[in-house]
C-alpha cells in the first residue's frame, strides 16, 4: 500500500519557498513526532516566525528539544496542565528560546536572579515602550549582564519573540527545566 504523503502547505510562512527535500523530511519528523504526542502547535510556522534562516541541522536541534520538553514535561506538572495545544506552543517557544540563543541560558534561569530571568524578561518585554536606555526592557537587561554588544542582536530578537510568544507558563516551563 502506498503512503500519502500529508498535506505541510499549512506549516510554510506566506510567500516562503517550499521546503527542500531536507525540510519535507523534517516535517515529516514533526508530524510523527506530535502524533505521538497529545498537544501539537496548530502550526510551527506561526510559532517559528523567525526560522526562515534556519539550517535543517538547527531545525532538527529544535524539534528534538520540543519533543524532549514535551515527553519530560508532563512527569512535573499536573496533567490537566499539558493536555492542551497552547501547552504544545509554550513548550516549542521555550524550544526555540534555548535553540536560537544558547549564549542567553545561563541568564535565563533562576540561578540568574530571584525568579527567573526569563520570567523578568517576559515582563520587560510586555510593558510599554518608553525612551530607549530607561526603559524597563533595557533595566532587565543590564541588571542580567546582558547589557553588552556581543547580546544586543540576540536580546533584539529575543525580545521580538517574547512580545509575541512570552507568556508565564513559558516562565515556568523554563524555571522547571533550567
Known amino acids: 500500500m502506498r503512503r500519502m504523503r500529508q498535506d505541510l502547505s499549512w506549516a510554510l510562512a ?5 521546503p527542500s527535500l531536507a525540510g519535507r523530511a523534517m516535517f515529516d519528523r514533526l508530524i510523527r513526532v506530535a502524533g505521538r504526542c497529545s498537544t501539537i502547535p496548530s ?18 536541534r529544535l524539534l528534538t528539544l520540543w ?3 514535551l515527553k519530560l514535561l508532563p512527569g512535573l506538572l ?3 496542565a499539558t493536555s492542551s495545544a497552547q501547552f504544545g506552543r509554550d513548550v516549542l517557544t521555550l524550544a526555540q528560546i534555548l535553540t536560537r540563543w544558547p549564549a542567553l541560558v545561563p541568564k535565563l ?3 540568574a536572579s530571584p525568579e527567573s530571568g526569563l520570567r523578568e524578561l517576559i515582563e520587560a518585554a510586555k510593558s510599554s515602550a518608553v525612551p530607549a536606555r530607561v526603559s524597563p ?7 542580567l549582564g546582558l547589557d553588552g554588544d556581543e547580546y544586543h ?3 533584539e530578537s529575543l525580545r521580538k519573540l517574547l ?3 512570552g507568556n508565564e507558563e513559558v516562565a515556568y516551563y523554563a524555571e522547571c527545566v533550567l
Open 137 to 143: 526592557w533595557h533595566q532587565t537587561l543590564r541588571h
Open 43 to 60: 502550526s510551527p510556522a506561526s510559532v517559528t516566525p523567525f526560522a526562515a534562516h534556519q539550517s535543517v541541522r538547527e531545525t532538527k
Open 14 to 18: 506566506p510567500g516562503a519557498p517550499a
Open 153 to 155: 542582536a540576540s536580546c
Open 163 to 165: 512580545n509575541l510568544y
Open 67 to 69: 519533543a524532549f520538553y
Open 78 to 80: 499536573p496533567k490537566d
Open 109 to 111: 534561569g533562576p540561578a
